[in-house]
């Protein structure tokens, strides 16, 4: 049996404006707190050059809000015939937290400060996770899952959240927030309306609800689980789209 699972957590919302300084301040508190969710979260690690295979830290642990904000106005990194990006395009910032083994790897990618008038530019935080269960201390628990949720959702302030297998997110509409999954969170509960087997909690954020599937992991084969995530993403993507 596979001991591994791969998972995305990922936050959207729509313009926001903000300077590579206001992206870094998030970004700090959000890495500030990451260790005392999970241990394996406590550092990360940067492509320097594109193609290079060469990492270096992200930066000194308390993170250092300067330093996070030359990660984002260097970007990520990309080959020389790769447009420069415009403005509106926001700051773009990738990293990882190494590989050991026998432990859980994970990613973040973010896109903060993007905005678009015209067209409603998408924001993001994304974690994904290869996750292993067998280990001592595995990523995927409803706790910590719940808790990591927390933290973006303070510090990030999306419009909206999804907790899903990588595959669940490809199947539906990459682009629909919130797209169903095991969890998904919605700032505006108004725009809530979900089918009954779903539970909700409240108080996530200032003003936010989270909705869970189901109290087990999200599993590719689990008809149960695949069915109400359905409903859910039915009864939550409209209004995105």
């Given at each position: 049996m596979n001991p591994f699972v791969e998972f995305y957590i990922r936050a959207q919302w729509r313009n926001r404006r903000e300077t590579a300084t206001e992206g870094a301040e998030r970004l700090a508190r959000?890495?500030?707190?990451?260790?005392?969710?999970?241990?394996?979260?406590?550092?990360?690690f940067v492509e320097r050059s594109k193609g290079t295979r060469w990492f270096e830290p992200l930066g000194s642990m308390p993170p250092n809000p300067a330093e996070l904000e030359a990660a984002l106005l260097r970007g990520i990194p990309r080959d020389a015939t790769f447009r420069k990006p415009s403005p509106e395009d926001g700051f773009t910032l990738q990293a990882w937290n190494g590989k050991e083994l026998r432990r859980s790897w994970a990613e973040f990618r973010t896109t903060i400060g993007a905005?678009?008038?015209?067209?409603?530019?998408?924001?993001?935080?994304?974690?994904?996770?290869?996750?292993?269960?067998?280990?001592?201390?595995?990523l995927f628990q409803l706790e910590v899952v719940k808790e990591l949720i927390k933290l973006v959702v303070d510090t990030m302030e999306p419009d909206c959240l999804d907790v899903a297998p990588v595959e669940w997110l490809s199947s539906?509409?990459?682009k629909g927030c919130p797209a169903g999954?095991?969890?998904?969170?919605?700032?505006?509960?108004?725009?809530?309306?979900?089918?009954?087997?779903?539970?909700?909690?409240?108080?996530?954020g200032e003003e936010g609800m989270l909705a869970i599937v189901s109290r087990k992991i999200f599993a590719n084969k689990d008809a149960n689980c695949r069915g109400l995530a359905l409903d859910l993403n039915e009864s939550l993507s409209v209004p995105w789209r």
């Open positions: 959000l890495l500030r707190e990451l260790p005392i969710v999970h241990p394996a979260l406590n550092r990360w905005y678009d008038t015209k067209w409603r530019a998408f924001n993001r935080f994304e974690f994904t996770f290869l996750d292993n269960t067998s280990s001592r201390d595995p539906v509409s990459e999954g095991w969890m998904s969170y919605v700032r505006d509960i108004s725009l809530c309306d979900f089918p009954i087997g779903i539970y909700a909690e409240e108080a996530i």
